[in-house]
């Protein structure tokens, strides 16, 4: 019997359960980018089109929401930003001087959470690796320890920001009420938007930049 019949694959490291090594030949474009279309143009616009879209349109609506959780949550959050050392020239300007901390913990809770989620719903969508699958990127970052990392910052961020989100919807619909069933709906809503969002902006960047064919993670 012939030896392809009988070929193993090489796998990354060397063991046993390590992701294999496919060879560059089998793939559509021997190893390199496919050529550049105009089928890639338009899904490169779609996919900025969209990313623009939703970082105006999400921010205007998030930041308002998630800054009033901050501010519920740590009233020390609600000081004006122009009572910070450097920063009081913002007192001087109509549209900054009301600016506070919990603004700014708002925008980078922002940016954290699409990260995370748009990383989140890649991952569950293209990887079939087991956490413990002992290989390795291009860089010499082990693949458990950076998936070990991303699962949990998103764990605490994701559950923080959904905390945030919550409390904020009761205290502007209910005021210090503990429980809301109706906020409770606003919240599971919220989250499926995320992951709406997420979902879309995977597929879109799916198509608009093709991987480089590679044999390692990512």
């Not at 694959?9 to 294999?20: K, Y």
């Amino acid at each position: 019997m012939s030896n392809s019949l009988h070929h193993r694959p090489q796998t990354t490291n060397g063991s046993a359960g390590a992701r294999p090594i496919v060879p560059v030949d089998s793939f559509d474009y021997k190893g390199k980018r496919p050529p550049f279309t105009q089928e890639m143009l338009f899904a490169r616009f779609k996919y900025h089109a969209w990313s623009v879209l939703i970082h105006v349109v999400f921010a205007a609506v998030y930041i308002a929401i998630i800054a009033e959780g901050f501010r519920i949550l740590i009233p020390t959050l609600a000081q004006r930003l122009y009572k910070l050392p450097g920063l009081g020239f913002l007192k001087d300007y109509e549209a900054t001087y009301k600016l506070d901390v919990a603004i700014c913990m708002a925008l980078f809770m922002m940016l954290a959470v699409l990260y995370l989620w748009h990383r989140l719903v890649e991952k569950w969508l293209g990887t079939t690796d087991s956490l413990y699958t002992p290989h390795y990127d291009d860089e010499g970052w082990s693949h458990r320890h950076h998936m070990m990392l991303l699962w949990t910052l998103g764990t605490v961020v994701l559950g923080c920001d959904t905390y945030l989100f919550y409390t904020s919807i009761v205290s502007l619909t209910w005021g210090d009420s503990e429980f809301s069933f109706t906020s409770f709906i606003a919240t599971l809503a919220y989250l499926a938007i995320l992951v709406f969002v997420s979902y879309i902006s995977v597929i879109l960047r799916k198509d608009a930049f093709p991987k480089e064919k590679s044999n390692v993670y990512p």
